[in-house]
């Protein structure tokens, strides 16, 4: 606890907490636009309460990214240009195993989304524009990769002293997350092949952070939530 809240740990947990917050900011702005129908430009003040806020909520897991991802059988954050290399071949390798698999599920899911209870968020989760769609890349790649992978491994791994439990834990989280977000459907196999995939994916982005750091995982969510292109 002392390291973690260390002035040294305090300050690159803030630097990085910065990067990731300034470069999930867009989609935090597609999603108040999609879901109260408007941008609140005419509330400045707003917009940067906002900022600030997921500004704070990264600095705390960066915090925890620099204190504890260096800790038990965790090899740090940048381990070094030559393993982190090697990692994003494997990242680039992965993505292109997964992304024929969304694809074909994606349009399935396209509807579930709009018959679930948050039919609005159809169009946070599957942009029909560019700039939406380097949003979402962004968002996944930051927020997403350094909150519910890097940080829930770092977590739970000090929590539980063990790697392997960590990752059972971060994948009942998933399962947990995606029946949320698809409650009401009746089992089926497309179904099953949603919740397999989540699972595959964050299980992939997990042991890219346990064996060559942060960067991998980032690549791996970016280059995944491009597939949208395809639609284009």
Known sequence: MRELLSPANTRKGALLGFVVALVSFPQIIRYVDVSA?????????ALVWMFVGAWVCHWLVGMVLFAWSSRGHLIGLFPGSAHVLKGCGVAVLAAAALIPAY?????????????????????????????????????????????????????????????????IFILLVQVIMARSQLTGLAWSGPLAMIYGLGVIFRLCSCLLFLRYGLIPPILLAVIVSLRSLAAL
């Open 37 to 45: 129908g408007h941008l609140p430009f005419d509330r400045p003040l």
């Open 103 to 167: 694809l074909s599920i994606d349009p399935w899911l396209r509807e579930c989304v709009l018959s679930g209870n948050f039919p609005h968020t159809v169009g946070i989760k599957y942009p029909e524009s560019l700039a939406g769609i380097v949003a979402t890349a962004m968002w996944d790649g930051g927020f997403v990769t350094v909150a519910f992978t890097a940080g829930a491994v770092c977590y739970f791994s000090r929590l539980t002293g063990r790697v392997g439990l960590s990752l």
